[in-house]
């Protein structure tokens, strides 16, 4: 089982992308457990503030560390990850999202505008994720990419087995091209070895599209 809490002032954000598809099937199979938590409910004044002007000025505004170490330190256990999601984190690739899909316990936190107080990231969060190189206005919808990205790699989530193994990235390829019905699409044919039954050919044939499609689109892939 995997426990999943995520710490945002946006909840409802995500209670619709938590509860269809995928991700709900996670939960009804008792793969994953999701929580959300509202950070304004860990404020500490009327207004429930949970950001501030930043010291040394400058525009924006800058998440509070009390409320953020009070959620956080309200679901935290021993072994928990603790995830800010940030543009300065680790890029999320396929192996960063297989190394999170393991039992246990993370801890996302979502932050917005010009960033958090930077004790929460020296002193609170264990990870640091960035999910491309371009700013969100709030982290939660990286959450929610994190969230999908990992859930899917636990085992009896995707369906038919190997679902996952194949995936474009998982073996440092792109996918190979897929067809389904009809064998003939406008005029659109399907390549003849796919419907040939010979599984060896298919295999041989699948394997050089994804070398080549790598070539072609994503040559970075090849050289790592
Ligand atoms: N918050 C804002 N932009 C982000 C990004 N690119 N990745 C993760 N968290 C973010």
Known sequence: MLAID??????????????ESMLKRAT???????RTHNLRDFAQDVHQ?????PFGGGPGMVMLPEPLFDAVGSVR?????????TPQGRRLTHAVAAELAVPGHLVFVCGHYEGVDERVRTSLVTDEISIGDYVLTNGVVAAAVVIDAVVRLLPGVVGAEGATEQDSFANGLLEFP???????F??????D?????????IARWRKLQSEQRTRERRPDLLES
């Open 6 to 19: 995520v710490i945002t002032i946006f909840p409802g954000m995500l209670s619709g992308f938590l509860g």
């Open 28 to 34: 009804q199979r008792g793969v994953v457990k999701f």
């Open 49 to 53: 503030r949970t950001d501030d002007r």
């Open 77 to 85: 256990q021993a072994e928990s990850r603790v995830i800010l999601m």
């Open 178 to 184: 897929q067809y389904t019905r009809p064998a003939e």
């Open 186 to 191: 406008r005029g659109m044919k399907v390549p």
């Open 193 to 201: 070895v796919l419907l040939s039954g010979n599984h060896q050919e």
